[in-house]
């Protein structure tokens, strides 16, 4: 394998501007990265769960004060704005440390749990392990929060990480390393690796222990197949086409502000964006009109004042005008944006918000990821129908019902296949970390966030004990005459009505057996 370039720069997707250089990692450091990690697992796997926590509350104090240089970072190398930095990337982030730093120590510590009456004279346990070495892959949509909160999930754990950023946002993954050496994490406990696909590649093939992945679903089978060869147990976060069902009876300026900001927010780079609405009929038009009518009012730039910022990915802009096209080649109507012809894209990445109409399933826009301000916009008659049309995709991350019916609200959520529902609300699952975050389908294999996402970086030991007083059990040798005591001891336990006494009997008869020695 070639050995990646000695250097690249760092551009703004914003503005053009150069912000940075980056040396990234040498392929042939792999496998002694590798080795720190393994050899720094012996020593922090041995602290205690609040020993570790207390370079978490050390990370989190210093994550504050920096707040606002953290966020400047994110914007620049990912030409969103500041304000979706601070309240969608870094404020998640912080929260999640709050979060590990209040419930680790529950979560993680052995629990005792019930022991089958049967097993009469035991005690159960349940140890959680940590695995070893953790390789987390991170993208570049939210590239703090989505790198930061598996490795200091699998951190907490007992786990060492290596942890290889997005190389389309390469500061912030510089960003995210300064921050973990200068809170003071002991040395080698947590590496970054910077580079491309090439280090990737190698970074899996080098057996970690797990492997936490986020990102595209291609991109996800392929780690998959690789760590399934050598039985790599993993996480994959994946990619999500998610629908918004508004009923007739929502309130309609709640819908489509909620539209707006599902779709368009991080210039719908967002694994649980909105990227398809659809309308009862009755509220179809109207809803429609409100929406073009607040999407023109939304401020597109760099500034304060400003809603939405420029495309992080110049491929991704490619991605988006393919979609975009196909469903105007095939009928669609464009309500609000302009043409990709016109978008004006070269060293800056900006593409208006787009509302389409007149849409369907033929069209890629309704099937595949699209990750760009696009939204497509389709009316329904029935409940079953959009049911139906939701379920109808190759993806399930994330989905949202909108309506003032309760009742039918959690009928049509239960009703679909999705990692989340939120009802009357959109992406918001994502910041409550007492909730599981996964998908289904192709949206990915996996879940994490809260008790749940500490835990998958630990194996589960099942232990049991026993005083050791006796001398034998009676379910031991020697089996002679004790087949019709057991007979006759189930039977009576697992009739419709438990015979206590009779159950007593069998039981002192198996232990009398049982001390009795085998005559010749």
Partial sequence: MEEIQEKWEAFSPATGEKIGDLEPTPLSSIPHIYTKSRQSFQSWAKLSISERLYYFRQLRLLMVKRMDEIAEVISNDTGKVKIEA??????????????IEKHAIKALSTKKVGTPLLLIGKKSFIEYMPRGTVLVISPWNYPLQLAMVPILNALAAGNTVIAKPSEVTPLVGVCIENLFVEAGFPKDTIQFAHGGKELGAALTEQKPDYIFFTGSVRTGKMIGEVAAKQLIPTTLELGGKDPMIVLRDANLERAVNGALWGAFTNSGQVCMSVERVYVERPVYQEFLALLKEKTRSMRQGTELKDDIGSMTFPAQVDIVAGHLEDALNKGAILESGKEPKEWGTGETHFIP??????????MRIMNEE?????LPVV??????????????????????????????????????????????????????????????????IGRYHGEQGMKIFCHEKAIMADSGRKNTEIQWYPYEGKYTSFLSLFQNYFSFKTNWFEFGKDYLKLIKISKAKRKD
């Fill in 379 to 444: 009316p329904f008659d029935s409940e079953e129908e959009v049911v139906a049309l939701a379920n109808g995709s190759e993806y399930g991350l994330n989905s949202s019902v909108w309506t003032i019916d309760k009742e039918k609200a959690r009928r049509i959520a239960s009703q679909l296949v999705t990692g989340a529902v939120t009802i009357n609300d959109v992406l918001v699952t994502v910041a409550n970390h007492h909730l599981p975050f996964g998908g289904t389908k192709q949206s990915g």
């Fill in 353 to 362: 918000p787009i509302i389409l109409s007149n849409v369907d399933h033929s």
């Fill in 86 to 99: 601070l309240v969608a990337d870094i404020m998640p982030t912080i929260d999640a440390i709050k979060h």
């Fill in 370 to 374: 699209t990750f760009g301000p696009v």
